[in-house]
């Protein structure tokens, strides 16, 4: 004889209406896994709407975390340029300048040229980038710390650099090439330059 709980098991009652669809498990990593996926994806025909089908969620929920894209795509960019930390620069202290600024300009092309979307996005001044520029310009002062270059010609050569690299990037060219060190040699070559002849 079978028990009570036995039989319920065997043959549950059957309830009225769709049997529910266990919804995805949703939260801030999962959003932005998907997110970079499919900006890669989709470049400029990115959306909300597509971001929350191919979560299989409704758009609505994704709202409950992002107030729209443009701060998802900020939170993003956050996310892809962490590595861009003036308190653990890509360098040390005892290497020459021109190796800092080599391995500096080395770690921003890797990360530009895996997102260029997010160079493009710059560019066009439609997301603020404000927090990457803050980073870079850190590490950049830590780069060149000890060559004797007044402001003017740090910052032309900061913005000389980055026009540079974002360049490199969107022309689809190779990071682990390593013909980029002579531009970047050259800029700096540049800089040095400009002081000495002002002198």
Not at 39 to 61: C, I, N, P, T, Y
Not at 112 to 127: D, E, I, K, N, Q
Not at 180 to 198: C, D, F, K
Request: proline fraction near 5%; glycine fraction near 6%.
């Amino acid at each position: 004889m079978k028990t009570l709980k036995l039989q319920a098991m065997e043959s549950p009652v059957r309830r009225a209406g769709r049997p529910r669809r266990a919804l995805p498990a949703l939260d801030n990593a999962s959003i932005l896994h998907a997110a970079l996926a499919l900006l890669e994806e989709k470049g400029e025909a990115f959306s909300m709407r597509a971001l929350a089908q191919s979560l299989g969620v409704d758009a609505m929920a994704l709202y409950h975390y992002y107030a729209g894209k443009e701060e998802l795509l900020l939170a993003l960019m956050a996310q892809r340029f962490a590595a861009l930390d003036p308190r653990q620069p890509p360098f040390t202290r005892r290497q020459a300048a021109p190796r800092r600024v080599l391995a500096l300009c080395a770690l921003y092309l890797e990360l530009v040229s895996a997102t260029p979307y997010f160079v493009r996005l710059m560019a066009r001044g439609l997301v603020e980038q404000a927090d990457v520029a803050e980073r870079f310009m850190a590490l950049f002062e830590l780069a060149v710390d000890g060559l004797a270059l007044d402001k003017k010609t740090r910052l032309r050569g900061r913005d000389a650099l980055v026009d540079f690299l974002h360049g490199y990037a969107l022309a689809g060219r190779p990071v682990g090439e390593t013909q980029w060190h002579a531009s970047v040699s050259l800029i700096l070559a540049g800089m040095q330059a400009s002081v000495e002849t002002s002198a």
